[in-house]
């Protein structure tokens, strides 16, 4: 298992940790573990970039656009 130190921690964060800790029967160190498996552990469902720009735009109510026709392809250049 791997540790780690957290450097600069404000004194009171760590009170706060430290009450919270108490009240959840767990030393300050597990429930510092139990708050980085909450917090990191949540899997986020990846969204494709189309619904990820229609979440961020859809408060603003959309907007209607006029398509041009489809048009076939034109032939590629030949080299020979």
């Given amino acids: 298992m ?7 921690l404000d004194d009171s964060l760590k009170h706060r940790l430290r009450v919270q800790a108490a009240e959840h029967g767990r030393s300050m160190e597990e429930e510092a573990r139990e708050i ?3 917090a990191v552990g949540k899997t986020v469902t990846p969204r494709n970039l189309g619904e990820v720009i229609h979440h961020r735009f859809a408060a ?3 907007v209607e656009l ?3 026709p489809r048009e076939p392809m034109p032939e ?3 080299l020979d």
């Fill in 66 to 68: 006029d398509l041009p």
């Fill in 36 to 38: 980085l498996r909450k």
């Fill in 60 to 62: 603003l109510g959309g």
């Fill in 2 to 8: 791997a540790s780690i130190t957290i450097r600069n």
């Fill in 76 to 78: 590629p250049p030949r």
